[in-house]
């Protein structure tokens, strides 16, 4: 059988990281996350660390053959020998062109799962999220469970809503993340991969992971009777 590439989509707060997470231990595949990689990178200090921590420091986008590059090295290594989760890659459309090169002359064919979770669900688990400042403890606080008056339960100090979960700022990601990703979607679906649209609310992480698990076998099995 090929070696599994599964590039994952969904938006902040959709779970992307969670199922990553349960499918690089479910399938034994390597999780590789973009802003990981990167930053592992920039850690190594060699010299492609050093050129990408340059660009980074000055606030510039990290060229996408660089990144594409540092995606080729990264699926040689061990980890990734029977597979791997691309998790925030490709992120533009000239990097899904470039992906599609390098995964077909490797002989992999990519297949995509799109986390999708309704926007209100999203802005409400989000801003519905609070911190304490002092300790870093984050709570739920949903219309019908209020943490009690607000406060951390170790040390009493009043709980914060984060910058980035606020409604706003939520709201402004969200567009954000739909304007840049549904044109590497369509691209891909273009290209011919099998790509499949998934809720990703309403069900526990684990019956969505088994969901996932479940279409990838299927395609798989499907696809050795076709070959046979
Ligand atoms: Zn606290």
Known sequence: MSRLCLILFGAPGSGKGTQAKLLRQSLGIAHISTGDMLRERVASGDPLGLEVESLMKAGSLVPDETVNRLVEERIEQPDSVSGFILDGFPRTVHQAKLLGELLAAKGIRPLVVHLK???????????????????????????????????????????VVREDDREDVVRARLLAYEKQTAPVLACLKEAGYPAWDLEGAGESPHAIARKIETLIRDYRAGGEEARA
């Open 117 to 159: 979770v309704d926007y209100n669900v999203i802005i409400a688990r989000l801003s519905g999220r609070r911190l304490c400042p002092t300790c870093g403890a984050l709570y739920s606080v949903t219309p019908n469970v209020r943490a009690a008056s607000e406060v951390c339960d170790y040390d009493g100090t009043k709980l």
